[in-house]
């Protein structure tokens, strides 16, 4: 049986008769029994739910019907977007018994298209952190080199996908917890524009940069899902009307002669010596299929993690709130109220997560907030300037997904302020609002993954998944 | 130093937060780290910029427009309650916070 599944693959496989859903999601949990006690990638697995949409598949392949685009297709969801019935965790003791009473909207449009989903996946707690190691689960470990870190925050999303756990997932990226994780365990993994993908039933770390995107083992996967879940969605008012191109009929037309903007202000200090030789490889693998390359200027990038962890500490401060021991969730019990939100916040709550909500209430507190969150703001407004000037002159930019390949477990979760610098080329397009992808670019000898991040200009999805999708055939992943 | 010892209590006090005595001394020396980094934004004159509080320019936003305010079922109190830590149903029960 094959063993790397693709999207094609399994409806090919369904139509022909040669396996069952219901046999392939068996399959799949097979393979998660032998390899996830390593991984430690899935949180809970969902094989009832599963059984019943594996079923339903095999009703539509026995009676003859049209299969829906994604039928069969196993998937897994980050522990962050709620799933009806199964425990939601968000990799928190907080929230260790909660059980949402209804699914995310990407949920059930993964469904409706005729996905199965076979569990949830570990991640930073609250999608916080850049390594996976803030999980109150314990941390992922990397599927292609176990003594390292598959980062974060969707490290088990990306690690069950390249793992051959899932054929897609879906994930939450805020400042980079799609794309990095992406790079570090060598797939593609895309966050679309701000407003493309409801975030209805996503719990909330910080509104104003949120998404849900998908990692897949290809370019033409990560397309398919990206078209299923975006759209309106009535129940969440940041997601656009603004119609969905048909993705994967755009990847199949031929390349034009695009200009893509190189900015030098990615290419400075801090960047690793290996990561570099592999992004200047895929750049020149871009000029080889025809693309002019630009030199641009985005010249407030090395603001943006200081802008970054400003908004998004003050809005977890504020989304984290609801915490309280009172609807849902933990509760450690004290004769008063207010003592009972001090116990119950400070001891379902870990380290990463109570640091930034100290931070961010700080940076909103009164003396503080014109000093700080008023100017992230307004750097925000700068930085965003920056892609919409970049993209009068080009088509899409290149940069490196992370300026390190993937590290070894435990060699930085000592230092929080070197591990926020690391997401230096990620946080930029999350403050911007703009989408972004990031596609395996070669391996440091052989073994270590390095990913090239795509970006496009707001709503420009089309075109950055046509460009992935060039460089992933003509050999980028060897770059 | 940026941020103190009192700082970091006030702070902790406003969010409803226990912390260890520790923690409060971890995460002021961590916090004061990062924003001592966070002033290089300082250098940015930032006197005629707007600051950004819509991601979604001013045409998309005419896109996601809300929905019509429209009543639908909606009988999910069980559900809901059902994973509270202390339900009494159709209430949520907390500490004694008035004295008679």
């Known amino acids: ?53 594996a079923d339903r598949i095999d009703a539509l392949v026995a009676a003859g019907s049209p299969l829906p685009p994604l039928a069969g297709v196993p998937v897994a969801i980050k522990d962050v977007i709620s799933t009806r019935g199964t425990k939601t965790t968000c990799g928190s003791k907080i929230l260790e018994n909660y059980t949402p009473p209804y699914d995310a909207t990407a949920v059930e449009r993964l469904e409706a298209a005729g996905a199965v989903i076979l569990g949830k996946t570990n991640c930073d707690e609250f999608a916080m952190g850049s390594s996976n190691e803030n999980s109150a689960y314990g941390p992922v470990k990397n599927p292609l080199a176990p003594d390292r870190v598959p980062g974060g925050s969707s490290g088990g999303s990306a690690a069950v996908v390249a793992a051959g756990l899932a054929v897609a997932s879906l994930g939450t990226d805020t400042g980079g917890s799609i794309r990095q994780p992406g790079s570090f365990c060598g797939i593609p993994a895309m966050m679309g524009s701000y407003g493309r993908v409801s975030r209805y039933g996503l719990i909330a770390f910080a509104s104003s940069l949120d998404r849900i995107g998908p990692f897949a083992t290809q370019v033409k996967d990560v397309a398919a899902i990206l078209r299923t879940i975006a759209g309106r969605d009535a129940n969440d008012s940041t997601s656009t009307t603004a119609p969905v191109p048909d993705y994967l009929a755009e990847l199949a037309k031929p390349l034009k002669r695009l200009r893509v903007g190189i900015p030098k202000d990615y290419f400075g200090e801090g960047m690793d010596a290996d990561v570099r030789q592999k992004i200047e490889a895929g750049i020149a693998l871009f000029k080889k299929l025809g693309c002019e390359l630009v030199d641009i200027r985005m010249p407030h990038t090395d603001y943006a993690i200081a802008a970054y962890y400003i908004i998004a500490t003050a809005e977890a401060s504020s989304n984290l709130a609801r915490y309280d021991g009172v609807r849902y969730g933990l509760r450690v019990e004290d004769d008063s109220l207010l003592a009972m939100y001090r116990k119950t916040r400070g001891k379902g709550f870990g380290p990463e997560v109570k640091r930034r909500i100290v931070l961010g209430t700080y940076v909103l507190s009164a003396g503080y907030y014109d000093a700080y969150y008023l100017k992230g703001q307004k750097v925000r407004a700068l930085i965003a300037q920056d892609f919409r000037d970049a993209f009068t002159k080009v088509d899409a930019i290149l940069t490196p997904t992370s300026p390190v390949p993937p590290f070894k477990l435990g060699e930085r979760t000592s230092d929080p302020l070197q591990m926020y610098l690391a997401d230096i080329y990620t946080v930029t397009g999350s403050l911007a609002g703009v989408p972004g992808i990031s596609v395996p670019c070669g391996k440091i000898g052989g073994k270590l993954p390095v990913g090239l991040q795509i970006f496009g200009p707001a709503f420009g999805e089309a075109r950055v998944l046509q460009l992935a999708h060039a460089f992933e055939q003509a050999g980028g992943a060897e770059v | 130093m940026k941020i103190s010892r009192e700082d970091v209590l006030r702070v902790a006090e406003l969010a409803y937060l226990d912390l260890s005595e520790a923690e409060l001394e971890t995460y002021r020396a961590q916090i004061d ?51 509270a830590p202390d339900p009494e149903p159709p209430y949520f029960r907390v500490p004694k916070v008035i004295e008679r």
Not at chain 1, 3 to 8: A, L, V
Not at chain 1, 16 to 35: C, V
Request: charged residues 30%.
């Open chain 2, 33 to 83: 780290e990062i924003l001592e980094y966070i002033g290089k934004l300082n250098e940015l004159d930032t006197a005629k910029v707007e600051p950004m509080a819509q991601v979604l320019t001013t045409d998309q936003q005419a896109d996601a427009t809300l929905r019509e305010d429209l009543v639908v079922p909606c009988a999910v109190a069980e559900d809901v309650l059902a994973h």
């Open chain 1, 1 to 53: 049986m094959a063993t790397n599944w693709t999207i094609d693959a399994v409806r090919e496989a369904l139509a022909a008769k040669k396996i069952s859903a219901r046999e392939l999601a068996a399959d799949f949990y097979k393979r998660i029994e032998a390899r996830n006690p390593e991984l430690n990638a899935f949180l809970a697995l969902t094989p009832e739910r599963a059984r019943r949409q």
